[in-house]
């Protein structure tokens, strides 16, 4: 995300020299290695569908193969997100400084960078270690040939900025950056018995004022957290360190994650078979002439493909590269475009088969089948308030020349177009019929799309297979690095037992339901935008839902309005992961999208706070 930012401030000088003949032949192996594993990926998955589903002989070790492949996969994309400067950093600040000034904070920038790798890095071997004791229980391997990935991906991020440092940065820069960062860390270290009394407090300290001071100065989300927990659970707590990365393994490899890889290239598919270009012309036929008309059709797509893959990442990845190509055709600016695409993300939180839904119904005891009967109609609330803001925005859209599609050509479109717009259903019915998990699925829409893309619309590049591949590792790569550490950091406020006081507090409310709720709908914004869905329900799922149904609220509803809640936070920027997820997938730089962003939060609380007042909007149809 911030390779623009890199070129204006790095020294305008050819990259040249034994250092940096090192970085092109490494990072053209680590590149060439990160897109074969998403294609290695790919087969193993789409083997275990075929096997199972029509040879009726279950390869039992597919999923198992698949996770292995996958970790690898996310810690080398990551690898190539830092080579590639596109790891999303929020730069609102460093941006507004000269040209020249903005070569120390970027320095510092990848000095913070270093300094998390290089404290984690032997954790992450030690962590490594402990695995080779394990057998994993289908492929009957050691453990180690899965967790050698973080020490191995952590390394070459190590070498790989060090590099980066002396390329980008001159002598004296580098300097005084190496100084400044080592200077804050000695400081915290030497430090260490003042946070050792702080207790709670060093939450404060470590998890707003670390992690904001990180992310405001320019430093990658990813290490802007990882920093944070860190220093919480190396100077704050007793936890032993390799914790850490045993969290971000965690976090990272959750099979349900290979959906996003899977759809981000299943995305780059779409627009390069020529599928996309049918979809959105049959769309601009039928909406085209409507002022925001694309932008409907953006908030109706999200809503259709929501819940597919599970990951909300992924769902975005899947609509974004067929939609926004055309819309910034149309005059569409790509802050806007990104604050659209981060709030559709928000809005279809509820719609099932939703992972957070699951979660809630396992570990509160509702009923998953009402849950996903009673997230339907609030995702379409928030889809209509977002659909009134788009309105709003758009009433002053130049459509002078856009002249309206003859019905005769929109029919011919549509025709052109069917295969395309078949994919979302035949994805959605592969899941459904229980053909493909919601992980595999992904597998059968990039099938379909090779097919149609070869047989419909004549239109498959081989030669753009090569950098597809990698561009899908990287993106997934920084975006996966940033669910690891947040899953770190989510793991480190439940250690201290910050989620029980919480709940404790909220409990001992006055005002009844009433207070309850709005407490909770604060509460679940703040909590959605630090610790994501899941572990957030995990955490206080078991606490909160208990004292809801004691205050007479119904469970369904109690569990529509904290999603919606947590699908604020995750997606509202300046920490929102979610919204990162959704400038890395639109390629657009997050500081475009924060103001415009602005309008469609405030939307969609006002949809949030409507469906917490209105409980038939989330009852009404059980």
Not at 267 to 296: D, K, P, Q
Not at 304 to 327: C, N, R, T, Y
Not at 449 to 465: I, S
Request: aromatic share 8%; hydrophobic share 60%.
């Amino acid at each position: 995300m911030s390779a623009a930012a890199h070129a204006r401030s790095a020294p305008a000088v050819a990259p040249r020299g034994p250092l940096a003949a090192l970085d092109r032949t490494l990072g053209w192996a680590v590149d060439a290695l990160a897109g074969a594993l998403v294609l290695a990926d790919v087969g193993v998955l789409l083997a275990g569908v075929v096997f199972r589903f029509v040879l009726k002989t279950p390869l039992v070790w597919s999923d198992e193969l698949a996770s292995m492949l996958f970790i690898w996969l996310a810690m080398l994309g990551a690898v190539a997100a830092l080579r590639r400067g596109e790891h999303m950093r929020m730069t609102a600040v460093v941006g507004k400084l000269s040209p020249a000034r903005q070569q120390f904070p970027e320095a510092i920038a990848i000095c913070a960078a270093i300094a998390f790798l290089a404290m984690v890095a032997w954790p992450a071997w030690d962590y490594a270690s402990e695995e080779r004791f394990i057998t994993t229980p289908a492929l009957e391997i050691s453990n180690l040939w899965r967790a050698a990935a973080l020490p191995v991906g952590i390394a070459l991020m190590l070498l790989f900025s060090l590099l980066r440092l002396a390329r980008e940065s001159g002598w004296r820069t580098g300097t005084q950056a190496v100084v400044t960062v080592g200077v804050l860390c000695a400081a915290f270290w030497f430090g260490r018995a003042v946070f050792a009394d702080l207790g709670r407090l060093n939450l404060l300290v470590f998890f707003v004022g670390v992690v904001g001071a990180a992310v405001f100065s320019g430093i990658p989300i990813a290490f802007a957290f990882g920093l944070g927990t860190f220093g919480y659970l190396a100077l704050g707590t007793g936890a032993a360190l390799p914790v850490i990365v045993g969290r971000m393994d965690e976090g990272m490899s959750h099979l349900i994650l290979l959906a996003v890889p899977l759809f981000v290239f299943l995305g780059l598919l779409i627009e390069m078979t020529g599928m996309a270009r049918a979809m959105v012309a049959f769309l601009a036929g039928l909406l085209g002439h409507v002022r925001g008309g694309l932008s409907y059709v953006l908030v109706g797509a999200m809503y259709l493909v929501s819940g597919i893959s599970g990951s909300k990442a992924a769902d975005m990845a899947a609509v974004a590269p067929a939609l926004f190509p055309e819309m910034k055709k149309r005059g569409a600016q790509e802050g806007d475009l990104v604050a659209l695409l981060a709030a559709t993300g928000a809005q279809t939180e509820t719609i099932p088969p939703s992972l957070v839904l699951i979660t809630i119904g396992s570990v509160t005891g509702v009923s998953i089948a009402a849950l996903f009967t009673g997230g339907l109609l609030p995702a379409v609330v928030l889809g209509l308030v977002l659909c009134a803001v788009v309105a709003l925005r758009s009433r002053g859209e130049d459509l002078s020349h856009v002249k309206r599609t003859p019905w005769p050509e929109v029919a011919r479109l549509g025709a052109v177009a069917f295969p395309a717009l078949a994919l979302p259903f035949v994805i959605r019915a592969a899941v459904v019929e229980g053909v493909a998990t919601a992980t595999e699925v992904s597998t059968l829409g990039i099938v379909y799309a090779v097919v149609a893309g070869l047989l419909v619309y004549r239109q498959f590049d081989w030669r753009r297979l090569g950098p597809m591949l990698v561009a899908t590792a990287s993106l997934s790569g920084a975006i996966l690095l940033i669910i690891g550490t947040a899953t770190a950091m989510a793991w480190g406020l439940t250690q201290s037992g910050f989620s029980r006081s919480l709940a404790e507090a909220m409990a001992a409310l006055p005002g009844g339901a009433a207070l309850f709720m709005a407490v909770s709908v604060l509460t679940f914004v703040v909590l959605g935008s630090v610790l994501e869905g899941i572990p957030a329900v995990v955490l206080f799922g078991p606490l909160l839902f208990p004292i809801a149904r004691q205050l007479g609220i119904h469970e369904v509803h109690y569990a529509m309005v904290v999603v919606l809640s947590m699908g604020l936070g995750l997606f509202a920027p300046p920490l929102g992961v979610g919204y990162y997820a959704a400038c890395a997938i639109g390629r657009v730089h997050p500081d475009k999208g924060i103001r415009p962003m602005l309008g469609y939060m405030l939307a969609l609380l006002a949809g949030t706070v409507l469906v917490a007042a209105v409980p038939w909007l989330s009852t009404g149809f059980l």
